[in-house]
């Protein structure tokens, strides 16, 4: 393998090649077996040990797949699987069982504790009057969704404004954040990326603590898409502790395992 | 693969009920904490547990293979390419949901089989890599950019970056051509 042809298969992966190069790279696909070997090899590596994607099977006839499936189907393998899961079924069930009867021993001290713990919570209602809710846990598993981010996945164009795109996404994931505003400089609303060019700013923006310019950079975001923008405007809002703005865009959880959801 | 551990997998395989729960009690907590913080509910991991306890079985039923690690680890390892998969063919069903076929459950497990030998195979030969190839093709792989590549292993251009990551990958796809298991893995 030629350096030369390590850059375009890259350039495929990363689905920048131009419309001629990409025509002269399938029809080489079709005729040379080894360089299409070489291809799929180099695709499934990049999925297989990077993080964000996982490489599918797909071949339903080779052998191996049809080995695995034909010992998949034996009844013996289905009562395996029966067996195993009323295993798991019976001990999750003796053990909520076990943790009763240490409960009954116990319920002495509870009870003790209870009229004890009654006392701390009036105290508490006494001296506090609003109750408040730690957001904190469910504002975390909100923000990682990294919701409107998926651009790979998005968009089919190979421009460079995808690469930039991608560049910038790395950057926020590594908390560097003035160079995703960098990486983003030189674009303007012409380009039909604008939506997530706009977000990944804001969202940049927002970690550098200049919350007023995210705030700003939201509307313009709200233009193209009024749920993503309504999503991390409400994120923001809860991150500062002003839950009566958040509940605009949010419903916030009224449990602690509660997930945070976009008000409709 | 030890001793110790082909009898554990050969009870796991018989069903021994207390093999799995010692498994499930030492394990259990770990995944359902990944799969909690990783945009899961309680019943997916759960479920992760008993279809990578499943696979591990079939596999050693088909034919006996190496673990490089604690059968714990090993194990916990599978459960988190199993989520991976699952949150990836979410991803896939929201953004692409008419070429998605339904593939009936026991392929699907059977591609989830050959994808987890596939992980085995290249993560093993990436791990005999020297150190620098190693880390160079780690964050290669994560599609760090080139220029990032530069700075952090301190070399003078991204031309210098590029060659040396050529020369690392030719490395690690020829070692895995040579691997026997290769060959009944690269048309899946």
Known sequence: MKIEDDILIEKFLKNTLSDEERTSFMKRMASDTSFKEHVILEQQLLEVLGDNYWSFATNEKNARVVAYKKILESEETQQLKTT???TLEQHKQQASQSSVKHAFSLSFILKVAAVFLIFCISVFWYFSSNTTIDYAAA????????IGLDFALRSTSADTVKVSLEKALYYYSHQEYDSVLSTLKPYRDANHQYKDILLMRALAH??????KTAMTTLDSVAIHAPKIAKWYRGLMYLDQHKIEEASLFLELPSEANQEIKLKE | MSQKMILFLENLSDGKQEEVILLYQKVFPK?????LNNNGRLGDADDIFQRALLQLIVRYRKEPFDIHASFENYFFMVCKNLWRREL????????????????????????????QERYDLFTEKLAALSDNCKQLLQLFFKKTPYDVLMHKFNYNSESVVRQRIFKCKNRLVELIKKDNRYDNLKDV
Do not use: Q
């Open chain 1, 84 to 86: 195993i899961a009323e």
């Open chain 1, 139 to 146: 504002s975390k598993r909100a923000w990682d969704k990294n």
């Open chain 1, 206 to 211: 927002y970690r550098l603590h200049y919350t």
């Open chain 2, 31 to 35: 995944i359902e904490h990944y799969v």
């Open chain 2, 88 to 115: 990836n063919s979410t991803r896939l069903t929201i953004h692409n949901s008419d070429l998605l076929n339904n593939v009936p459950d026991e392929t699907d497990n059977a591609f989830a089989i050959v994808e």
